[in-house]
Protein backbone atom coordinates (compact mmCIF):
# COMPACT_ATOMS: atom_id res chain seq x y z
CA UNK A 1 0.00 0.00 0.00
CA UNK A 2 1.42 3.14 -1.01
CA UNK A 3 0.74 6.99 -0.95
CA UNK A 4 -2.56 8.19 1.03
CA UNK A 5 -5.31 5.73 1.02
CA UNK A 6 -9.08 7.13 1.75
CA UNK A 7 -12.37 4.76 2.29
CA UNK A 8 -14.72 4.37 1.89
CA UNK A 9 -14.57 5.86 -1.77
CA UNK A 10 -18.45 6.65 -1.59
CA UNK A 11 -20.61 7.34 0.75
CA UNK A 12 -24.18 7.98 0.63
CA UNK A 13 -26.33 9.11 3.91
CA UNK A 14 -29.07 10.12 5.57
CA UNK A 15 -29.29 13.23 7.25
CA UNK A 16 -29.75 11.43 10.86
CA UNK A 17 -26.87 8.56 10.23
CA UNK A 18 -23.45 9.08 11.33
CA UNK A 19 -20.72 7.80 9.68
CA UNK A 20 -16.57 7.60 9.30
CA UNK A 21 -14.44 8.70 7.04
CA UNK A 22 -11.40 6.84 6.94
CA UNK A 23 -7.75 8.19 5.63
CA UNK A 24 -4.44 6.77 6.11
CA UNK A 25 -0.48 8.09 4.77
CA UNK A 26 2.16 5.42 4.39
CA UNK A 27 5.15 8.16 3.82
CA UNK A 28 5.82 8.85 7.21
CA UNK A 29 4.70 12.47 6.91
CA UNK A 30 4.29 14.03 10.13
CA UNK A 31 0.91 16.19 9.06
CA UNK A 32 -2.50 15.76 8.05
CA UNK A 33 -4.96 17.64 6.72
CA UNK A 34 -8.79 17.25 6.19
CA UNK A 35 -10.36 19.46 2.43
CA UNK A 36 -13.75 19.70 1.36
CA UNK A 37 -14.61 20.38 -2.83
CA UNK A 38 -17.67 21.15 -3.69
CA UNK A 39 -19.05 21.77 -7.19
CA UNK A 40 -17.48 25.13 -9.01
CA UNK A 41 -15.82 25.84 -5.56
CA UNK A 42 -11.96 25.94 -4.53
CA UNK A 43 -10.85 23.51 -2.20
CA UNK A 44 -12.10 24.12 1.28
CA UNK A 45 -9.47 23.39 3.95
CA UNK A 46 -11.42 22.37 7.19
CA UNK A 47 -8.40 20.82 9.79
CA UNK A 48 -5.00 20.57 9.64
CA UNK A 49 -2.79 18.25 12.19
CA UNK A 50 0.44 18.27 13.22
CA UNK A 51 2.31 15.15 15.10
CA UNK A 52 -1.38 14.17 16.22
CA UNK A 53 -2.09 17.76 16.98
CA UNK A 54 -5.13 19.75 15.69
CA UNK A 55 -3.36 23.29 14.44
CA UNK A 56 -6.32 24.55 12.63
CA UNK A 57 -9.97 24.50 12.77
CA UNK A 58 -11.62 26.54 9.72
CA UNK A 59 -15.26 27.21 11.03
CA UNK A 60 -15.96 23.75 10.46
CA UNK A 61 -19.09 23.41 11.89
CA UNK A 62 -19.50 20.72 15.04
CA UNK A 63 -21.41 17.98 12.81
CA UNK A 64 -18.04 17.74 11.35
CA UNK A 65 -15.75 15.94 13.97
CA UNK A 66 -11.84 15.12 13.23
CA UNK A 67 -9.70 12.45 15.24
CA UNK A 68 -6.09 11.50 14.84
CA UNK A 69 -4.67 8.82 17.01
CA UNK A 70 -1.31 8.78 15.27
CA UNK A 71 0.19 10.58 12.73
CA UNK A 72 -0.32 7.82 10.05
CA UNK A 73 -4.53 8.09 10.45
CA UNK A 74 -7.01 10.49 10.46
CA UNK A 75 -10.77 10.09 10.91
CA UNK A 76 -13.92 12.30 9.94
CA UNK A 77 -16.37 11.61 12.01
CA UNK A 78 -20.04 13.09 10.64
CA UNK A 79 -23.41 13.10 12.12
CA UNK A 80 -26.83 14.92 11.53
CA UNK A 81 -24.91 16.52 8.27
CA UNK A 82 -27.26 18.80 5.84
CA UNK A 83 -27.56 17.96 2.29
CA UNK A 84 -25.22 20.90 1.38
CA UNK A 85 -22.73 19.26 2.67
CA UNK A 86 -22.58 16.54 0.04
CA UNK A 87 -19.14 17.06 -1.34
CA UNK A 88 -15.54 15.40 -1.90
CA UNK A 89 -13.98 14.92 0.77
CA UNK A 90 -10.23 14.79 0.37
CA UNK A 91 -7.15 13.87 3.02
CA UNK A 92 -4.03 14.75 2.24
CA UNK A 93 -0.33 14.79 4.28
CA UNK A 94 2.77 16.37 3.73
CA UNK A 95 6.19 16.33 6.09
CA UNK A 96 6.74 19.53 7.45
CA UNK A 97 5.75 22.48 4.99
CA UNK A 98 6.30 21.00 2.09
CA UNK A 99 4.39 19.53 -0.90
CA UNK A 100 1.04 17.92 0.29
CA UNK A 101 -0.09 14.50 -1.29
CA UNK A 102 -3.30 13.78 -1.02
CA UNK A 103 -5.69 10.65 -0.59
CA UNK A 104 -8.71 9.61 -3.83
CA UNK A 105 -11.44 11.84 -1.93
CA UNK A 106 -14.76 10.29 -0.38
CA UNK A 107 -17.65 11.52 -2.33
CA UNK A 108 -19.91 11.84 -0.31
CA UNK A 109 -24.31 12.44 -0.61
CA UNK A 110 -26.50 13.56 1.77
CA UNK A 111 -30.27 12.71 1.71
CA UNK B 1 -7.21 37.14 4.07
CA UNK B 2 -5.15 34.86 1.48
CA UNK B 3 -6.60 34.72 -1.94
CA UNK B 4 -5.75 32.77 -5.28
CA UNK B 5 -7.52 33.35 -8.66
CA UNK B 6 -7.03 31.29 -11.85
CA UNK B 7 -7.58 32.13 -15.27
CA UNK B 8 -8.83 31.06 -17.04
CA UNK B 9 -12.11 29.01 -15.68
CA UNK B 10 -12.11 26.50 -18.51
CA UNK B 11 -10.08 26.01 -21.92
CA UNK B 12 -10.79 24.11 -24.84
CA UNK B 13 -8.00 23.61 -27.16
CA UNK B 14 -6.75 20.66 -29.86
CA UNK B 15 -3.85 17.98 -29.40
CA UNK B 16 -1.05 19.58 -30.38
CA UNK B 17 -1.79 23.31 -29.16
CA UNK B 18 0.28 25.15 -26.16
CA UNK B 19 -1.72 26.70 -23.33
CA UNK B 20 -0.30 28.92 -20.37
CA UNK B 21 -2.62 29.24 -17.32
CA UNK B 22 -2.49 31.53 -14.72
CA UNK B 23 -2.67 32.42 -11.26
CA UNK B 24 -2.28 35.55 -9.02
CA UNK B 25 -2.60 35.64 -5.43
CA UNK B 26 -2.70 37.71 -2.60
CA UNK B 27 -0.83 36.30 0.74
CA UNK B 28 0.89 37.38 3.73
CA UNK B 29 4.14 36.10 4.13
CA UNK B 30 4.44 33.85 1.06
CA UNK B 31 6.64 31.22 1.03
CA UNK B 32 5.55 28.92 -1.73
CA UNK B 33 3.00 28.56 -4.79
CA UNK B 34 1.98 25.15 -5.86
CA UNK B 35 0.62 23.89 -8.92
CA UNK B 36 -1.40 20.25 -9.05
CA UNK B 37 -3.25 18.15 -11.50
CA UNK B 38 -6.47 17.19 -10.77
CA UNK B 39 -8.53 14.12 -13.10
CA UNK B 40 -11.14 12.54 -11.82
CA UNK B 41 -9.53 11.96 -8.34
CA UNK B 42 -7.08 13.51 -6.32
CA UNK B 43 -5.16 16.31 -7.25
CA UNK B 44 -1.30 15.01 -7.57
CA UNK B 45 1.36 17.73 -7.54
CA UNK B 46 3.29 19.32 -10.54
CA UNK B 47 5.11 22.21 -8.96
CA UNK B 48 6.12 23.89 -6.12
CA UNK B 49 7.78 27.53 -6.49
CA UNK B 50 9.20 29.81 -4.20
CA UNK B 51 12.01 32.07 -6.33
CA UNK B 52 10.92 34.41 -8.73
CA UNK B 53 12.22 33.88 -12.30
CA UNK B 54 13.57 30.12 -12.14
CA UNK B 55 11.67 28.24 -14.42
CA UNK B 56 10.90 24.81 -13.37
CA UNK B 57 10.54 22.10 -16.60
CA UNK B 58 9.11 18.62 -16.11
CA UNK B 59 8.31 17.03 -19.71
CA UNK B 60 5.91 19.34 -21.79
CA UNK B 61 4.92 21.36 -18.32
CA UNK B 62 6.71 24.22 -17.28
CA UNK B 63 5.96 27.36 -14.41
CA UNK B 64 7.67 30.22 -13.61
CA UNK B 65 6.87 32.93 -10.45
CA UNK B 66 6.77 36.06 -10.57
CA UNK B 67 6.95 37.56 -6.57
CA UNK B 68 7.08 41.42 -7.34
CA UNK B 69 3.85 40.76 -9.57
CA UNK B 70 2.32 38.24 -7.63
CA UNK B 71 1.34 35.43 -10.01
CA UNK B 72 2.78 32.41 -12.02
CA UNK B 73 1.94 30.68 -15.14
CA UNK B 74 1.91 27.16 -16.30
CA UNK B 75 2.54 26.38 -19.77
CA UNK B 76 2.21 22.86 -21.25
CA UNK B 77 3.09 22.76 -24.91
CA UNK B 78 2.45 20.00 -27.62
CA UNK B 79 -0.88 19.76 -25.71
CA UNK B 80 -2.46 15.58 -25.37
CA UNK B 81 -5.79 14.59 -24.47
CA UNK B 82 -4.56 13.21 -21.10
CA UNK B 83 -3.68 17.22 -20.44
CA UNK B 84 -7.20 16.91 -19.83
CA UNK B 85 -7.88 18.16 -16.07
CA UNK B 86 -8.46 20.66 -13.70
CA UNK B 87 -5.22 22.57 -12.80
CA UNK B 88 -5.01 24.26 -9.70
CA UNK B 89 -2.93 26.50 -7.90
CA UNK B 90 -2.66 27.16 -4.31
CA UNK B 91 -0.40 29.23 -2.00
CA UNK B 92 1.79 28.53 1.31
CA UNK B 93 2.37 31.26 4.05
CA UNK B 94 4.75 31.11 6.71
CA UNK B 95 1.93 31.16 8.96
CA UNK B 96 1.61 26.99 8.73
CA UNK B 97 1.01 24.02 7.27
CA UNK B 98 -2.21 25.42 5.36
CA UNK B 99 -2.46 25.90 1.43
CA UNK B 100 -5.15 28.08 -0.05
CA UNK B 101 -6.27 27.35 -3.39
CA UNK B 102 -7.62 28.96 -6.17
CA UNK B 103 -10.97 27.58 -7.99
CA UNK B 104 -8.79 25.42 -10.75
CA UNK B 105 -8.61 26.27 -14.64
CA UNK B 106 -10.49 23.17 -16.54
CA UNK B 107 -8.77 22.06 -19.60
CA UNK B 108 -10.39 20.05 -22.40
CA UNK B 109 -7.90 18.99 -25.23
CA UNK B 110 -9.84 17.64 -27.78
CA UNK B 111 -8.09 15.30 -30.33
Known amino acids: ETGVTQTPRHLVMGMTNKKSLKCEQH?????MYWYKQSAKKPLELMFV???????ENNSVPSRFSPECPNSSHLFLHLHTLQPEDSALYLC??????????FGPGTRLTVT | EDKVVQSPLSLVVHEGDTVTLNCSYE??????LLWYKQEKKAPTFLFML????IEKKSGRLSSILDKKELFSILNITATQTGDSAVYLC???????????FGGGTRLMVKP
Open chain 2, 90 to 100: AVSSDAGNMLT
Open chain 2, 27 to 32: VTNFRS
Open chain 1, 92 to 101: ASSQDRVEQY
Open chain 1, 27 to 31: LGHNA
Open chain 1, 49 to 55: YNFKEQT
Open chain 2, 50 to 53: TSSG
